[in-house]
């Protein structure tokens, strides 16, 4: 399969813990990337790989692979974690590179 | 530090072919590892990957779009450009540049351009 699947919306209450979820057949052979994107910004990359969080991100985004689904965790959801979620990860012949369809964070 | 930018036509006619160029710096497409790809996305819908060039000048391209996309890079310019041929009104999407990284298992893009909105219309 050359897709990625992702929840369209998820909600959480302030200083909550929330997962975005993705799933791919790709994903059990590839560790994804998990991108934010806020209104009328460039994506910026908050997690990728096994275990790594790009300088000057809060140690609150963390992310794990299990099979052929992967999930990004914020633990203790800020007001200004509400954005959109990309998960990207390589289809299962590795050759081409794919998003899922984002996931709209709101923080109540 | 790194930064990339866009730059190319906001609007364009169908069946046109449209040509985009990144201009980066902070990185040279000379070195080992260095990727850049290009990604769109449709105005309120989902990222889409395009195409990718790495610094051997291996060339990758999205399967659906592969007869319709070229890309190049000149590192003496610190440039990548793509290339996009027979336009069409869907293809109106706001187009980004990233530099492409493979790291701890995974390929992922660490740096964006700002992004170029292209429309396509007559």
């Known amino acids: 399969s050359s897709e990625v699947t992702q929840d369209p919306a998820v909600s959480v209450a302030l200083g909550q813990t929330v997962s975005i979820t993705c799933q791919g057949d790709g994903l059990r052979n590839y560790y994804p990337s998990w991108y934010q994107q806020k209104p009328g910004q460039a994506p910026k990359v908050v997690f990728y790989g096994k275990n790594n969080r790009p300088s000057g991100i809060p140690e609150r985004f963390s992310a794990y692979r299990s099979g052929n689904t992967s999930s990004l965790t914020i633990a203790g959801a800020q007001a200004e974690d509400e954005a959109d979620y990309y998960c990207?990860?390589?289809?299962?012949?590795?050759?081409?590179?794919?998003f899922g369809g984002g996931t709209k964070l709101t923080v109540l | 530090q790194v930064t990339l930018k866009e730059s190319g036509p906001a609007l364009v006619k169908p069946t046109q072919t449209l040509t985009l160029t990144c201009t980066f710096s902070g990185f040279s497409l000379s070195t080992s590892g260095m990727r850049v790809s290009w990604i769109r996305q449709p105005p309120g819908k989902a990222l889409e990957w395009l195409a990718r060039i790495d610094w051997d000048d291996d060339k990758f391209y999205r399967t659906s779009l592969k007869t319709r996309l070229t890309i190049s890079k000149d590192p003496s310019k610190n440039q990548v450009v793509l290339t996009m041929t027979n336009m069409d009104p869907v293809d109106t999407a706001t187009y980004y540049c990233?530099?492409?990284?493979?790291?701890?298992?995974?390929?992922?893009?660490?740096?964006w351009g700002q992004g170029s909105l292209v429309t396509v219309s007559s």
């Open positions: 990207h990860s390589r289809d299962s012949s590795g050759s081409q590179l794919i």
């Open positions: 990233a530099r492409t990284r493979i790291a701890a298992a995974a390929l992922y893009f660490d740096y």
